[in-house]
T-cell receptor
Framework: GNSVTQMEGPVTLSEEAFLTINCTYTATGYPSLFWYVQYPGEGLQLLLKATKADDKGSNKGFEATYRKETTSFHLEKGSVQVSDSAVYFCALQTGGSEKLVFGKGTKLTVNP | EPEVTQTPSHQVTQMGQEVILRCVPISNHLYFYWYRQILGQKVEFLVSFYNNEISEKSEIFDDQFSVERPDGSNFTLKIRSTKLEDSAMYFC?????????????FGPGTRLTVT
């Protein structure tokens, strides 16, 4: 079946550090890929998405590239801020299905 | 900015009791979803709902669960006889369309604790 594996957290960084959160997937067909973020006390919010191979999703300084050859969609940010502290979820959706398939989530804490 | 709301934020119930979790989706959205996350585990899809009927459901969504849109604004998840293993965070979501990667907007969740 379809699944998403993302790196175990928690991740703790200092402000302005480089962030990578790894995400790999298993899917039949060609899924769309997503990163969702959950800030404390809030719902999951779409951060970025990519719908086909080699697409790069980007938003708020975060980027992720859809790599079909390595079945990966790693999240990166060049310089994190304290306000980026949240839980990050990688997810996929396959054609013809409405459901999102999520990874476990990675908690990021950024210290000043 | 429109948002999905959920009530209550935390529900404690005894095993065997019925619970109803409530959600108000974004007003012009047509697809509605429930997901859950057991502590330490993945967010799991439960069910999607469109045009007043279930359009897709997971293996988790058995006869103990039901969904309803009782009026033009609310979307509810009912668990008929709760079990300890139903303890989880339940997220409601809505979207304008179901497939083709349309964004699903999530509520803040209801934490259900079954004792």
């Amino acid at each position: 079946g379809n699944s998403v594996t993302q790196m175990e957290g928690p991740v703790t960084l200092s402000e302005e550090a480089f962030l990578t959160i790894n995400c790999t997937y298993t899917a039949t067909g060609y899924p769309s890929l997503f990163w969702y973020v959950q800030y404390p006390g809030e719902g999951l919010q779409l951060l970025l998405k990519a719908t086909k191979a080699d697409d790069k999703g980007s938003n708020k300084g975060f980027e992720a590239t859809y790599r079909k050859e390595t079945t990966s969609f790693h999240l990166e940010k060049g310089s994190v801020q304290v306000s980026d502290s949240a839980v990050y979820f990688c997810a996929l959706q396959t054609g013809g299905s409405e459901k999102l398939v999520f990874g476990k989530g990675t908690k990021l804490t950024v210290n000043p | 900015e429109p948002e999905v709301t959920q009530t209550p934020s935390h529900q404690v119930t005894q095993m065997g009791q019925e619970v109803i979790l409530r959600c108000v989706p974004i007003s012009n959205h047509l697809y509605f979803y429930w997901y859950r996350q057991i502590l330490g585990q993945k967010v799991e899809f439960l069910v999607s709902f469109y045009n007043n009927e279930i359009s897709e459901k997971s293996e988790i969504f058995d006869d103990q669960f039901s969904v309803e849109r009782p009026d033009g604004s609310n979307f509810t998840l009912k668990i008929r006889s709760t079990k300890l293993e139903d303890s989880a965070m339940y997220f409601c979501a809505s979207s304008t369309l179901g497939v083709l990667s349309y964004e699903q907007y999530f509520g803040p969740g209801t934490r259900l604790t079954v004792t």
